[in-house]
């Protein structure tokens, strides 16, 4: 009995350390390409694959790369667009959804399962294909060449009304009927609990989001044309095609790195944010 303990407790070892190795090994394979692009930013220049002996060098390092950016672009409007989108764009998304998505798993809707339906309907629809008529909506309106048309645009979503309805759908009704029994009104139980119980999904969805915001090339590439309304991945690409007789890539890469760490900060903070909001967020019926 004892050996057959030790055993399986000796089988159960390896299996963790080799599921932790692979993670382990998973982790380093994704994260190489973050490293070299860092270090390759810091480079004087990229002749050739020669010159990248010196990555590891650290005496070989510098910042001008990232000077010739702040020289060559407006980086810093850029990268107050790329916020204010982003934080306008998500907060909105989020508040909307999970407005949205309690009407339709709680209120008293007529024919809500045909709007959830019809919602659910546009997740068919490719973006390329709404950008022409999103583009003559927005000239119409004269927002063409500002933020507001890249954020007008962001503020609904059919994958975050899904969500939300199925989260709310699970929300547990006793609490909704005792809301109602202490003279709560359907906005005040929306505001006051059911929307705390789903910080989860409202943390999980606001990442999404703003993620999928702060790294959109397409419609902002059709929606500006002036640097006082681009965004940074914009901005990135208007500085690949200014090199006429060759690429710089410690420049290049040194506005990668300047788009890529913002969004990799907050997906390290934002983690544990999850995290925080799903052990503080559990309910039982």
Request: charge should be positive.
């Amino acid at each position: 009995m004892v050996r057959r303990v030790f055993i399986n407790g000796l089988l159960q070892g390896l299996f963790q350390g080799l599921a932790w190795a692979l993670l382990a090994g998973f982790f380093g394979l994704a994260l190489v390409p973050l490293v070299l692009m860092i270090l390759a930013s810091l480079l004087p220049e990229i002749t050739g694959p020669g010159s990248l002996s010196a990555l590891f060098a650290p005496q070989h390092w510098q910042l001008g790369a990232y000077a010739q950016i702040f020289r060559q672009l407006p980086v810093a409007t850029y990268a107050l667009n790329s916020v204010l989108v982003s934080v306008v764009t998500t907060a909105g998304y989020t508040l909307f959804a999970a407005m949205a998505g309690y009407a339709l798993a709680r209120l008293p809707v007529r024919y809500k399962s045909l709007w959830f339906w019809l919602i659910l309907l546009t997740l068919m629809i490719p973006p390329q294909v709404n950008i022409v008529p999103l583009f003559l909506l927005m000239a119409k309106a004269g927002l063409i060449n500002s933020i507001w048309a890249l954020i007008i645009p962001g503020l609904f979503g059919a994958f975050g009304v899904f969500l939300m309805r199925q989260w709310f759908s699970d929300f547990p009704v006793s609490l909704q009927e005792s809301a109602a029994l202490d003279g709560c009104s359907a906005s005040q139980t929306f505001w006051k609990i059911a929307l705390p119980t789903a910080r989860p999904v409202l943390v999980s969805l606001a990442l999404w989001i703003f993620m999928a915001t702060w790294n959109a090339f397409l419609w902002p590439l059709v929606a500006t044309h002036a640097d006082a309304a681009r965004t940074l991945p914009v901005g990135l690409a208007a500085l690949k095609a200014s090199f006429r007789d060759g690429m710089d890539w410690p420049v290049l890469l040194a506005a990668a790195t300047i788009t890529v760490l913002p969004v990799l900060m907050l997906a390290i903070i934002g983690q544990k944010a999850w995290l925080s909001a799903t052990l503080a967020g559990g309910v039982k019926e």
